[in-house]
T-cell receptor, first 114, second 113 residues
Framework: DSGVTQTPKHLITATGQRVTLRCSPR?????VYWYQQSLDQGLQFLIQ???????AKGNILERFSAQQFPDLHSELNLSSLELGDSALYFC?????????????FGPGTRLTVT | KNQVEQSPQSLIILEGKNCTLQ??????????LRWYKQDTGRGPVSLTI?????NTKSNGRYTATLDADTKQSSLHITASQLSDSASYIC????????????FGAGTRLAVHP
């Protein structure tokens, strides 16, 4: 158990809908990262937050947005969902947001768009 | 373009045998290199993190090496166990102040009895 929690574990929704994925970092970690892993593909970095502020952006679509709240939990919002958005979404956290910081991954949310 | 390439794509070995996984990268400027183990459907778990000055790092039966000159890394697994069956992902981070990671596609290892 990494100490990072993600909810829900599974999510099934229809195309065109909007969903929110939630992540709680490990106690004491200030930085949160979101990743997408499509079927049989590698992990893709989406976005990073540090202490409530956006730090880095990766391959995140305009239909996706995220935020980190004052209590440091984070939410990833996915809208106008398409079949291709079906994937595992992982959240990770680290103490700080730079350097050789260990990132601890949550168990993931499996999103299925039908 | 920053890239991380891993080989082989998949590997089958017998329990108790050793194996070596390869990682080549073109990420620049290099900050650190990590190896993760990912069981199917679960989050990756860190095995090692190496910075520019480190050549070798061990974590139990896992030993990672780094050659920053040739931009190559390897992960050696000794005396494999059935529980080693997983994907092994090489991840490289570039300097820039942010902990943005570039992931390889992974090597899928199957350990058979």
């Amino acid at each position: 158990d990494s100490g990072v929690t993600q909810t829900p574990k599974h999510l099934i929704t229809a195309t065109g809908q909007r969903v929110t994925l939630r992540c709680s970092p490990r106690s004491g970690d200030l930085s949160v990262y979101w990743y997408q892993q499509s079927l049989d593909q590698g992990l893709q970095f989406l976005i990073q937050y540090y202490n409530g502020e956006e730090r880095a952006k990766g391959n995140i679509l305009e239909r996706f947005s995220a935020q980190q709240f004052p209590d440091l939990h984070s939410e990833l919002n996915l809208s106008s969902l398409e079949l291709g958005d079906s994937a595992l979404y992982f959240c990770a956290s680290s103490v700080e947001g730079q350097g050789a910081q260990e990132q601890y991954f949550g168990p993931g949310t499996r999103l299925t768009v039908t | 373009k920053n890239q991380v390439e891993q080989s082989p794509q998949s590997l089958i070995i017998l329990e108790g045998k050793n194996c070596t996984l390869q990682c080549n990268y073109t990420v620049s400027p290099f900050s650190n290199l990590r190896w993760y183990k990912q069981d199917t459907g679960r989050g990756p778990v860190s095995l090692t993190i190496m910075t520019f000055s480190e050549n070798t790092k061990s974590n139990g039966r896992y030993t990672a090496t780094l050659d920053a000159d040739t931009k190559q890394s390897s992960l050696h697994i000794t005396a494999s166990q059935l529980s080693d069956s997983a994907s092994y992902i090489c991840v490289v981070s570039a300097f820039g102040g942010y902990n943005k990671l570039i992931f390889g596609a992974g090597t899928r290892l199957a350990v058979h009895p």
